[in-house]
């Protein structure tokens, strides 16, 4: 598929404001893209997320990747004891004790540890190489539509799976690929904090291997469902 010919109709179907963003998690053994620099400061998953939708791209080795939280279940490095005892977590005030927080982290889903080398972020348009998911940061309405376009043909309902932390790495990256069904993430507190997401605004990873059907679906009810429910 043609990259910049999605991220064009992705951007047009939705009226997005931000670009696509491409993410490709480079396993031990792959060759990692060209055309891809790294970051000169430390930066987060949810960082270059952000980062990306406004045209950077960027290359993200293990060592270069800022928080370990995301790090460890993307792969790249081992889960901290502090995190995976729950001490972490709660010491932010989020949970009321470290076993509740270390329940989180227990039943996220991750990559197995230190089975990737790096992660490739950058605007869909500009991705020469296949990414593993697509994620999309934009008002509710606006991600709302991914829904009905991942029904239209088989019908059924979405079930999305979400927590109090890790909206980029885990909602919107790891389980897209794990599942190979899209998901959305309100975001996180981690996100909130450290990226300018705005307030209003939610997360959606779609696998790239359905965007074509995705895409397909949202051109016919573009037209139709689409304008009329925004014509109110």
Same mark, same amino acid.
């Not at 927080?101 to 296949?130: C, H």
């Not at 008002?139 to 009905?148: A, F, R």
């Given at each position: ?22 993410v490709?998690?480079i ?12 970051? &000169?400061?430390?930066i ?21 990747h ?7 279940s993307?792969g ?36 197995e540890?230190k ?8 605007p869909?348009?500009?991705f ?12 509710? &309405? ?9 029904t ?6 979405q ?8 909206a ?21 507190y ?11 605004e939610m997360?959606a990873g779609?696998?790239y291997q ?8 949202? &051109? ?13």
């Amino acid at each position: 598929m043609d990259n910049a010919k999605i991220s064009d109709k992705l951007v047009r179907l939705l009226d997005l404001r931000h670009e696509p963003v491409a993410v490709k998690v480079i396993k031990k053994g792959e060759k990692i893209p060209e055309g891809f620099i790294e970051p &000169e400061k430390n930066i987060r998953h949810c960082q270059s997320i952000m980062r990306a939708r406004k045209g950077e791209s960027f290359v993200i080795p293990a060592n270069k990747h800022a928080c370990m939280v995301g790090a460890s279940s993307l792969g790249l490095v081992p889960l901290p004891p502090k995190v995976k005892e729950g001490e972490f977590h709660s010491n932010l005030g989020m949970f009321d004790c470290s076993d509740a927080a270390a329940n989180m982290i227990d039943q996220r889903s991750a990559f197995e540890e230190k089975s990737t080398i790096a992660t490739v972020v950058g605007p869909l348009k500009d991705f020469k190489t296949e990414p593993d998911v697509v994620i999309l940061v934009d008002l509710p &309405e606006t991600l709302y539509w991914l829904v009905p376009a991942a029904t239209f043909f088989e019908g059924g309902r979405q079930a999305f799976s979400t927590a109090a932390f890790q909206a980029t790495c885990v909602d919107s990256t790891i389980i897209p690929v794990i599942s190979g069904k899209m998901n959305m993430s309100l975001g996180c507190y981690g996100c909130r904090r450290s990226t300018d997401i705005q307030n209003e605004e939610m997360i959606a990873g779609i696998p790239y291997q359905n965007l074509e059907k995705m895409i397909e679906a949202l &051109e016919k009810i573009s037209d139709g469902p689409m304008q009329k429910a925004r014509q109110k």
